[in-house]
């Protein structure tokens, strides 16, 4: 039986099983390599994608459980060519390195800066909790998160 959502605006369906992990159903079917399986434990938040608008780890996320809901993966942040504004402020704060970690970020500070839109340091270091990135000391992302909400 197919899986029906709707990603980054578009209607999709996929033949996989309910159990599949979400992640490989957006990779390997909607071939969009954004999210990153990079522990597939629920550990990195490397593959960060928003379900109905909030964070999930698509990794653990089996994708019947996308089944009429709205994914929105990074590739899906971008508007018309133009970078989100966490994105741009990763660019100019020079905070991604190796980049397995920067799509998962970008989601999760996304939707933090949605709904925490004056953020303290701490807050924005509590956001990032669930995610882990093995390049940088994250003072450049705790920047960038920071200067995209006075932006």
């Known amino acids: 039986m197919p899986i029906e959502m709707t990603v980054n605006g578009e ?3 996929s033949l996989a099983e309910p159990m599949t992990p979400l992640i490989d159903v957006l990779r390997d079917e909607f071939h969009l390599t954004g999210a990153k399986p990079v522990c597939r434990e629920g550990f990195c938040g490397a593959c960060t994608v928003q379900l109905d608008g ?11 459980l996308a089944e009429g809901h709205e994914i929105r993966t990074v590739e899906g942040l971008s508007a018309g060519g133009r970078l989100n ?5 990763f660019a100019e704060h020079d905070a991604v390195q190796c980049g397995m970690c920067f799509p998962g970020m970008v989601v999760t500070l996304t939707h933090f800066l949605a709904h925490t839109p004056r953020p303290s340091r701490d807050e924005v270091q509590a956001a990032l909790a669930g995610n882990a990135c093995r390049c940088t000391g994250y003072e450049r992302i705790v920047a960038a998160a920071l200067d995209a909400a006075g932006a």
């Open 85 to 89: 504004p966490i994105q741009a402020k």
């Open 11 to 13: 209607p999709r369906r």
């Open 54 to 64: 909030a964070p999930v780890l698509s990794c653990l996320t089996p994708a019947g």
